[in-house]
């Protein structure tokens, strides 16, 4: 899917998305539930058909479709990518053999392989907290947490609703030198990202972390992309 970067250090910048499925986490309010949520045990209640939500398609043919919308940035996304972090080697390999930036959005909590940080790819890393609902031991995991913050060019964003949740933050970035810091307002609606972007701003801008926004539920709100 042609689209721009909503989120984080490229937020605006054009590119091309693509999306897959599974994850290991359950974040109760996750916005992309029909990658892996086949049970309804996330807020919405529902349970998703992964029949109708995966589409098996070879690497070579996600190759061929992110390259031929002719965009400089590609974005790998999920669910949970770095699951399938050696599936994902071959489309890697070719995306920057193409010259293309890519960025993979990442829930943190998957080591990052050797091989993979080779490539020069950017991971946007979103460590959970407390209010995903996840416990502690699946959301945070040191090792992981420990290699992504080794990996130079990755951002730590983290999904905050109020000041409380920045404390919270705060302890994760102590713990586990997670920098640089990028504060993300919760929300599915531009009127709860507006109202959560409100509340955090002048705290973050004191504590001397980056703001972004989620431009794309700006623009286009809950609307699935296709
Ligand atoms: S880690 Fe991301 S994709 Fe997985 S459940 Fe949480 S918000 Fe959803």
């Not at 990658?35 to 589409?55: F, K, N």
């Not at 909590?109 to 091989?115: G, K, M, S, Y």
Request: glycine fraction near 10%; aromatic fraction near 6%; hydrophobic fraction near 40%.
């Amino acid at each position: 899917m042609k689209a721009v970067q909503g989120e984080g250090p490229s937020a605006g910048r054009q590119c091309a998305f693509v999306r897959l499925g599974g994850c290991n986490l359950s974040c109760r309010w996750c916005d992309t539930p029909y990658t892996w949520d086949w049970t309804g045990v996330g807020d919405s209640g529902v349970a998703h058909d992964p029949r109708r939500e995966l589409t098996p398609m070879p690497w070579t043919e996600v190759r061929d479709r992110l390259l031929g919308y002719g965009v400089p940035l590609i974005v790998i996304s999920g669910g949970e990518p770095l699951s399938q972090q050696r599936r994902l080697l071959p489309l890697l390999r070719a995306l920057k053999a193409a010259g293309k930036a890519v960025e993979i959005e990442t829930n943190g909590t998957v080591v990052p392989q050797a091989e993979v940080i080779e490539l020069g790819v950017r991971f946007n890393v979103s460590p959970k907290l407390a209010h995903s609902g996840d416990p502690e031991s699946r959301r945070l995991v040191p090792e992981a947490l420990s290699a992504f913050a080794a990996v130079p060019e990755t951002a730590f964003k983290f999904v905050c609703r109020d000041t409380g949740d920045l404390d919270e933050v705060a302890s994760v970035v102590d713990r586990y030198g997670t920098n640089p810091v990028w504060i993300m307002p919760e929300g599915q609606l531009p009127s709860e990202v507006a109202g959560h972007l409100a509340a955090l701003g002048d705290e973050v801008v004191s504590r001397g972390w980056n703001l972004t926004t989620r431009l794309h539920v700006a623009v286009w709100g809950d609307r699935r992309g296709v």
